[in-house]
């Protein structure tokens, strides 16, 4: 058998040492070594030198890619924290942003609000309501000074009459609007059921009512805690904070009825295109003897008609249209 030289011995060693252990072509060398006389003692140690050469290389690169990967896994960890930590940073300047928006949105809607109050009772002409009590239903109890409704245990012996409230405990404004803008506040603090808004005056009273406007009514509702205007179907509204008082701002020739929380100056609702003729009244309502009271607020002073009357303290004179 042949015996490899010493300078063949070496040739291989070099190229153990030069090549990559992925690129190694083992059958090259195996082929090179297949004629080792493994009875020589050089020879034997040659073959377990080179066998123990490429076992450690091969460990020694799979140690080296495992390294590798755990240094990419780590860098990977490290950059998913980072990423990890810059949401959490955008997600709370999100959330300051939102709050900052929200505050200044508000702010606008108030001033908004107050606007829209201040200009309407500017160009509104303002109206001391009184209840009517041809129209009161029996049940309905009205104060002297008839500014104030409230539901009794039961209902009165009163005379018939087609201007009455039959099916339905309501009750009408004295005063009918066919013309012009007008505005009237009610305080609602002390009830926790009602309806509020205008009506036909020649609406149905004897017979079973509803309210809507295809039946000639334009309000809205406070009940079971929640806020309605009467709409065909009904709309759910959303108020920021419960009203202590309402305004009702009418405009007879641009057909419209608003109403507005007088408590944060809020817009509540605005019936628009409505189908007015003939005259409209105030429409007041009750749900039962445990809903409270309504309170129509008197008529508000103008400080110019304060300044040009002989007499301040004379009391307001209501202005109505028939």
């Given at each position: 058998m042949e015996i490899l030289s010493n300078d063949t011995h070496r040739i291989l060693l070099c190229q153990i040492r030069s090549r990559d252990a992925k690129q190694l072509d083992y059958r090259e060398y195996f082929v090179k070594v297949d004629n080792i006389d493994t009875t020589s003692t050089n020879n034997l140690l040659l073959w377990i030198?080179?066998?123990?050469?490429?076992?450690?290389?091969?460990e020694y690169d799979a140690s080296e890619q495992w390294k590798k990967w755990k240094r990419?896994?780590?860098?990977?960890?490290?950059e998913k924290a980072t990423l990890q930590m810059e949401h959490e940073e955008l997600s709370r300047q999100n959330g300051e942003f939102r709050m900052e928006n929200e505050k200044l949105q508000k702010e606008i809607d108030d001033r908004k609000a107050q606007f829209e109050n201040d200009w309407r009772k500017k160009y509104y002409q303002p109206v001391t309501v009184t209840l009517d009590p041809d129209t009161a239903h029996p049940a309905l109890i009205l104060s002297e000074e008839r500014r104030r409704v409230a539901m009794g245990e039961k209902c009165l012996d009163l005379p018939k009459s087609q201007l009455r409230f039959e099916s339905l405990p309501c009750v009408l404004g004295q005063q009918s609007f066919s013309s012009e803008r007008h505005f009237w506040e009610v305080k609602v603090d002390s009830s926790t059921a009602w309806d509020l808004g205008i009506c036909r005056s020649n609406v149905m009273c004897t017979e079973r009512t509803y309210i809507k406007p295809e039946d000639g009514f334009w309000a809205i509702r406070f009940y079971n805690d929640e806020y309605w205007a009467l709409t065909s179907p009904e709309t759910q509204l959303t108020v920021k904070q419960p009203p202590r008082m309402v305004c009702i701002f009418l405009d007879y020739e641009d057909r419209c009825v608003s109403f507005y929380n007088m408590t944060d100056n809020s817009h509540i609702h605005t019936f628009s295109q409505g189908d007015f003729y003939g005259s409209l009244k105030p429409f007041f309502r009750l749900w039962s003897k445990?809903?409270?009271?309504?309170?129509?607020?008197?008529?508000?002073?103008?400080?110019?008609?304060?300044?040009?009357?002989d007499n301040p303290?004379?009391?307001p004179t209501d202005i109505v249209h028939t």
């Open positions: 030198l080179i066998a123990f050469i490429l076992v450690t290389k091969t990419t896994e780590e860098q990977l960890r490290t445990d809903s409270g009271h309504l309170d129509i607020c008197p008529l508000p002073k103008e400080p110019e008609v304060a300044q040009l009357d303290n004379s009391p």
